[in-house]
């Protein structure tokens, strides 16, 4: 797998956030449908992609399968914590600058 | 070996140095993004103890604690080094270090740049590896369950 298969599975806004429900740990496709304006059998099909690109992966919990961030492929954990990092720093510099706290 | 590079970033925000470090570290819940909470129940405080070996722990408001990491560097307002020790499917990993250095340069007295770095990310797929490597060979469940065996007829 590399970079560019990965970036490009989340090129598309949809699957994206499709991937971004998974940032807070493993999800089953019902669960990441009902908080999408999309259908279950459209979150499987991204979910798919998303798993081609070696982005995430899945596994059976109980009588579910669930997705999850898959650890082994390195370039989705580093396209997460970018982002993540991204945001992290803008909310510390509105933090920051909030109420002239800066002196 | 796989190698992945740094994640790196940096802001510059119109604070002292030491308020930045302050902000960064004693009130970490004031501007950790919410929605990143690794605990099911919504983020009450983050905690980063100010000391080398201190825990960087996340508290809910129904009480529960997860841990993200621990405080491998500690020098106050210039530089700081946490250990981020969540595997890839956000699950504490006492195993795994991965290291996030924040350094506080400052621009002038109340201008500071906040350079960040989150290294050694390969460690990640290393340790998921492993993990899977060990609970498939012999050396792994097998030999926990002969251990179990030995112990149960014992």
């Known amino acids: 797998m590399t970079y560019q298969t990965a970036f490009l599975a989340l090129a598309d806004p949809t699957r994206r956030q499709v991937f971004e429900q998974l940032r807070h740990g493993a999800k089953a496709v019902g669960v990441i449908a009902a908080q999408m304006p999309v259908s279950r059998p459209a979150v499987s099909q991204h979910l798919g992609i998303l798993k081609k690109a070696g982005l995430v992966a899945d596994r059976a919990e109980g009588t579910r399968r669930v997705y999850y961030i898959d650890p082994h492929g390195l370039a989705s954990i580093r396209i997460w914590l970018d982002q993540f990092w991204g945001d992290a720093l803008t909310a510390f510099k509105a933090e920051a600058e909030k109420e002239g706290m800066g002196k | 070996?796989?190698?992945?590079?740094?994640?790196?970033?940096?802001?510059?925000?119109?604070?002292?140095?030491?308020?930045?470090?302050?902000?960064?570290?004693?009130?970490?819940?004031?501007?950790?993004?919410?929605?990143?909470?690794?605990?099911?129940?919504?983020?009450?405080?983050?905690?980063?103890?100010?000391?080398?070996?201190?825990?960087?722990?996340?508290?809910?408001?129904?009480?529960?604690?997860?841990?993200?990491?621990?405080?491998?560097?500690?020098?106050?307002?210039?530089?700081?080094?946490?250990?981020?020790?969540?595997?890839?499917?956000?699950?504490?990993?006492?195993?795994?270090?991965?290291?996030?250095?924040?350094?506080?340069?400052?621009?002038?007295?109340?201008?500071?740049?906040?350079?960040?770095?989150?290294?050694?990310?390969?460690?990640?797929?290393?340790?998921?590896?492993?993990?899977?490597?060990?609970?498939?060979?012999?050396?792994?469940?097998?030999?926990?369950?002969?251990?179990?065996?030995?112990c149960a007829t014992a």
């Open chain 2, 1 to 150: 070996m796989i190698t992945i590079a740094p994640v790196r970033k940096q802001v510059t925000v119109s604070a002292s140095q030491q308020r930045a470090f302050t902000l960064f570290t004693n009130e970490m819940s004031r501007w950790w993004p919410a929605t990143h909470s690794i605990l099911k129940s919504p983020l009450k405080q983050y905690v980063v103890e100010p000391c080398v070996g201190g825990r960087w722990y996340a508290i809910g408001e129904d009480g529960s604690t997860a841990q993200t990491g621990h405080v491998i560097e500690w020098q106050p307002p210039q530089r700081l080094v946490l250990a981020w020790q969540l595997s890839g499917d956000w699950q504490f990993d006492p195993e795994l270090i991965t290291e996030v250095e924040i350094r506080f340069i400052a621009e002038s007295a109340d201008s500071t740049r906040v350079e960040l770095e989150h290294r050694n990310l390969q460690r990640m797929g290393e340790r998921a590896a492993q993990v899977r490597g060990m609970v498939d060979s012999p050396g792994g469940w097998t030999a926990i369950l002969e251990a179990f065996k030995k």
